[in-house]
């Protein structure tokens, strides 16, 4: 499932405008150079704490155009891409594990069940006071598993910096029944599919 959230149509510009990733994210760096266009990565400072009652789909939406007006502010005629991913599991939100044993912990949780993963992307030009933002929904089925066969997997792939507590791209298939999403890239964290028509809409050339 997408969710289009749009401020105001956007206008063609320059294909020379500069683009900022406002990420430290090695994920996103590494997906976004997949495009070939120039970009700088500006890590943006915010609060990244749920609102009251808020939805795992609307926070990850919230927190994309948030690191994007953030960075915007010191960069107004730059394009600015924003990006953010949470998990929704059985009515929780969930962040990154921390360690392997809250990895292990969470894994297990998702062992023969379906863990939602939402990813969020805005562009801004804050010169023109134009945002689009869009979330991706991907919803992955886990296989049955042991715990060995968890701590096994969370020693191979060391995944205490992503939502989740796997990599889709790494050894994570190993416990993984099915994944569907229209973007595959969403769940590594920045889904270059609705990226790209983002890009083109601000006078961005592709390829």
């Known amino acids: 499932m997408q969710t289009r959230y749009f401020t105001t149509k956007m206008r063609k510009h ?90 292990v912990a969470q894994l297990m949780a998702f062992c023969d069940n379906e863990v939602v993963f939402h990813t969020a992307v805005t562009v801004g030009l804050l010169s023109e006071q134009q945002f689009l933002s869009e979330v991706v929904e991907t919803t992955v089925r886990f296989r049955r598993f042991s715990e060995a066969e968890a701590q096994r997997y969370v020693a191979i792939d060391q995944p205490l910096d992503c939502a989740g507590g796997f990599k889709s791209e790494a050894a994570g298939p190993m416990l993984i029944q099915s994944i569907r999403s229209e973007d595959p890239t969403a769940l590594i964290g920045l889904p270059l599919i609705m990226l790209c028509g983002m890009l083109r809409e601000v006078g961005l050339t592709l390829p």
Do not use: W
């Not at 700088?40 to 609102?51: M, V």
């Not at 939406?61 to 394009?79: F, G, I």
């Open 14 to 103: 320059s294909p020379n405008l500069q683009l900022i990733l406002a990420s430290a994210s090695p994920y996103r760096k590494m997906l976004l150079q997949r495009l070939t266009l120039p970009f700088t990565c500006i890590s943006p400072d915010i609060d990244e704490t749920p609102l009251p009652g808020e939805p795992a789909d609307l926070l990850t939406l919230r927190l994309a155009r948030l690191k994007a007006e953030r960075v915007s502010q010191q960069h107004a005629d730059a394009v600015v891409i924003g990006s953010d991913q949470v998990a929704g599991f059985d009515g929780k939100i969930l962040g990154k594990p921390g360690s392997a044993d809250a990895a």
